[in-house]
């Protein structure tokens, strides 16, 4: 058997090291489907806890046309069924079949930063929910 070359051996540590483990990726999508689950609840303490703090703030300083803080029911599609989780490092995207979350991973848990996002080709998601 042929060992692969030394440089090789080094980057492809890197690039396995970089996914995140299965755990991790369930984890990722327990957060987004919890949040998603408490849109209609939005303004209840355990609906904020599942956001990002900046994502909280934004919520708080621009509550959208209902002009309460935080989500209303209706501001968020239901999520549907999950189409895939990418988890790397602390920062993660949750596409489900009608959304896609990103979720970033705090000391106390995984938290919402985006929701509610849109695909744009060759461009940044267009999220409708998201911190600063």
Same mark, same amino acid.
């Given at each position: 058997?042929?060992?692969?070359?030394?440089?090789?051996?080094?980057?492809?540590?890197?690039?396995?090291?970089?996914?995140?483990? !299965? #755990? &991790?990726?369930?984890?990722?999508? %327990? @957060? #987004?489907?919890? *949040?998603?689950?408490?849109? $209609? @609840?939005?303004?209840? #303490? @355990?609906?904020?806890?599942?956001?990002?703090?900046?994502?909280? $703030?934004?919520?708080?300083? !621009?509550?959208?046309? *209902?002009? &309460?803080?935080?989500? *209303?029911?209706?501001?968020?599609?239901? +999520?549907?069924?999950?189409? #895939?989780?990418? /988890?790397?490092?602390?920062? /993660?995207? =949750? =596409?489900? $079949?009608?959304?896609?979350?990103? =979720?970033?991973?705090? +000391?106390?848990?995984?938290?919402?930063? %985006?929701?509610?996002?849109? +695909?744009?080709? $060759?461009? +940044?998601?267009?999220?409708?929910?998201?911190? !600063?």
């Amino acid at each position: 058997m042929r060992r692969p070359p030394a440089l090789l051996t080094p980057l492809a540590a890197v690039l396995t090291g970089c996914s995140a483990s !299965d #755990a &991790e990726r369930t984890a990722v999508t %327990a @957060a #987004a489907l919890r *949040s998603a689950g408490h849109a $209609e @609840a939005a303004r209840s #303490a @355990a609906a904020r806890r599942l956001l990002a703090p900046a994502t909280r $703030e934004a919520l708080t300083r !621009d509550p959208g046309p *209902s002009c &309460e803080p935080g989500v *209303s029911h209706g501001a968020l599609p239901a +999520p549907g069924r999950i189409r #895939a989780t990418d /988890a790397y490092g602390r920062r /993660a995207r =949750v =596409v489900l $079949e009608h959304d896609t979350y990103f =979720v970033t991973r705090f +000391p106390d848990g995984w938290k919402v930063r %985006a929701a509610d996002c849109t +695909p744009r080709p $060759e461009r +940044p998601y267009d999220c409708r929910v998201k911190g !600063d």
